[in-house]
């Protein structure tokens, strides 16, 4: 590719080594910015000589991001824009590495992101110059799964997810059983060990999934599902509202003779938008007797 057949934008395919790589050109002065289209690493500067041997390549079409967005409403839009807006700050100084470089620490420490992470934007957006293409919906598909994990998959919906709650050894050696083993029952010599059954388990498994399928969904309900407080943060928006709840006390209270006298309560007031325990008052009714307060109200 000559010098004068460079433009900005155009995507230059070639071979560097044994290896074909498709550059995207960023500017054009003494050397040639180009970005790696295909893995979205950082761009560098590179000769034009280098790039002698390149070729035009036809741009890609960005038909299906635009679908994918387009079709896109609520958290995958406005995700998308707040993942621009991180990096446009950077943009004006990706031409210069160090500037590029402390732009990119800023932004990772303003917004509490690792900075492979601000890097990955950043490429995303340069290669496209497209905001579509920081959509979240826009990734590579997923691995297609082997025939091996395809037997465990198996293995865990039919024997761990359920409400026998077998162990996973137990799962294991059933798979085993019913997919690596020859019609007299001895087993073949290539089969999964217990090991990648155990990580196949740990990659894939979602606790959500495991407590309903081995407890029950009302089991899950009362005693294990997580508390994120959006219905309570409904009403309270802001600090300063506070919840009050009262219990008794699993324990008894006895006088000197070892007589039982009552069982104290415990009342707790909470914030309902932070879920901080601003105070709580325990006291005592004693039987027949005027209330007795065991501590003054206390404030955390």
Known sequence: MNKADMRKGMLLKGKVGAEEKIYQVLDLKEKV????YVKKTMPVWKT????????EKEEESMAEATDIIDAMVGESRKTAYQRYNMISGILPFFLEENMRTEAIKRVSERYGISKQTVRNYLCEYLATMDVRSLAPGNKKAEKKLSADDKNMRKSLNKWY???????LKNCYTLMLQHFYCNADGTLREQYPSYYQFRYFYRRYNKKETEYISRNGLSYYQRNQRPLTGDGVQAFAPTIGMGMLDATVCDIYLVNESGTIVGRPIL?????AYSGVICGYLLFCKLNDAPVV??????TV
Do not use: I, M
């Open 33 to 36: 910015l180009v970005l790696d």
């Open 48 to 55: 034009y000589e280098e790039l002698s041997d390149c070729v």
């Open 293 to 298: 307060t065991l501590n003054d109200a206390v």
């Open 267 to 271: 009342t707790l007031c909470v914030d």
């Open 161 to 167: 997810y359920t409400t026998k709650k077998r162990t």
